[in-house]
């Protein structure tokens, strides 16, 4: 009646412990990182939305008042970020010309009107954007034709 507890003491091993914790480790190293993809690739989805809306807003300004606005705050777009917490960024070709536009791999513009861009990810751009800093800002191209990431265009 009060014989051996063995059978009453049956747990886990440490050794089948230990197993389970490499398991889990090794799910979560290969998870983690296509989780961040996704995210990422969402957060890009969002910011070309958002580049497509704020344009069609200026495009509709630019139509009531026969010229683009000179900054997002004229259309009450100022301080609006993009989903990596960075504003975004707006420049009116047709009123300050084409030193400050965005331009591509042979340094042309690439917008006569005006340049509406999020600054991607990594938080850097150049001018050009085909420089490797520029390559995953999310941009308005070919006068509203192309919004997209820098690297498709």
Not at 17 to 33: I, K, M, R
Request: aromatic fraction near 10%.
């Amino acid at each position: 009646m009060w014989g051996d507890n063995r059978d009453m003491d049956r747990g886990f091993t440490l050794v089948e412990l230990l197993l389970v914790l490499v398991l889990l480790g090794v799910l979560a190293a290969v998870a983690l990182p296509s989780y961040q993809t996704y995210r990422n690739r969402v957060r890009t989805a969002q910011a070309v939305t958002d580049v497509a809306a704020m344009a069609a807003i200026i495009q509709t300004y630019a139509n009531d008042a026969h010229a683009y606005p000179d900054s997002l705050a004229d259309v009450k777009l100022n301080g609006k970020t993009d989903p990596w917490g960075q504003a975004y960024v707006y420049y009116n070709v047709e009123a300050k010309g084409k030193g400050g536009a965005r331009k591509d791999k042979a340094l042309n513009p690439i917008n006569s009107d005006f340049d509406l861009y999020s600054i991607g990810p990594d938080g850097a751009s150049k001018a050009q954007v085909t420089q490797k800093s520029s390559l995953d800002d999310v941009i308005r191209a070919s006068n509203g034709k192309f919004v997209g990431v820098a690297a498709d265009f």
